[in-house]
């Protein structure tokens, strides 16, 4: 069946830029969750969503960073005015029973 | 805070030697643990998953795990590599009944000489 998607799969953008990321869960699939791995601080979590519970932001490093999931699939990861220093590759995934799935990643250049 | 440790960075073997990773995690309460390994290119797959019962977990590919809760150790084996092992080796917890969320070791590269 069909796994987890993430577009773009690349995104160069330049600082001060907002840019948006989308992540497709795998159908059926309760949990969606956003990390970031990038080369100095490994694989990061950032926000967590669970059916119509208030998602867990807890990881996000900055105001700046936000996320949305519309009705309960897809989600949208959104950095506004960009840094260098949030260039990583951003991973997405999913679970129904604590085993998470995850996507191809976008990687996230910014100049 | 919760956190894990993963202590070799860069692993070199020759194909047909054994292999062992280490990964301690710092939680005193319960834990599932999970290693992961991302192949050059390729995203995130899980190798094996422990929640509770046998503290010895058999994965995919030759891949076993053993639980050793009196260390907080974690250590990933398998008897003889491959070249095609040939990876990144992600230790990851998450505390039991929460959210799920993973916490990820630092890593391991792995490079198995044909």
């Known amino acids: 069946g069909a796994g987890v998607s993430q577009s773009p799969s690349n995104k160069v953008t330049e600082k001060g830029k907002d840019v948006e990321l989308r992540c497709d869960p795998i159908?059926?699939?309760?949990?969606l969750y956003w990390y970031r791995q990038s080369l100095g601080q490994g694989l990061e979590f950032l926000i967590y969503f669970q059916g119509n519970s208030a998602p867990d932001k807890s990881g996000l490093p900055s105001d700046r960073f936000s996320a949305e999931r519309t009705g309960g699939s897809v989600s949208t990861l959104t950095i506004q005015r960009t840094q260098q220093e949030d260039s990583a590759v951003y991973l997405c995934?999913?679970?129904?029973?604590?085993?998470?799935?995850f996507g191809p990643g976008t990687r996230l250049t910014v100049t | 805070a919760q956190s894990v440790s993963q202590h070799n960075h860069h692993v070199i073997l020759s194909e047909a030697a054994s292999l062992e990773l280490g990964c301690n995690y710092s939680y005193g309460g319960t834990v599932n643990l999970f290693w992961y390994v991302q192949y050059p290119g390729q995203h995130l797959q899980l190798l094996l998953k422990y929640f509770s019962g046998d503290p010895l977990v058999k994965g995919i590919k030759g891949f076993e795990a053993e639980f050793i809760k009196s260390k907080f150790s974690f250590n990933l084996r398998k008897p003889s590599v491959q070249w095609s092992d040939t990876a990144e080796y992600f230790c990851?917890?998450?505390?039991?009944?929460?959210?799920?969320?993973?916490?990820f070791g630092q890593g391991t590269t792995l490079q198995v000489k044909p």
């Open positions: 990851a917890t998450s505390t039991a009944g929460n959210t799920g969320k993973l916490i």
């Open positions: 159908s059926g699939h309760t949990a």
């Open positions: 995934a999913s679970s129904l029973r604590q085993q998470q799935y």
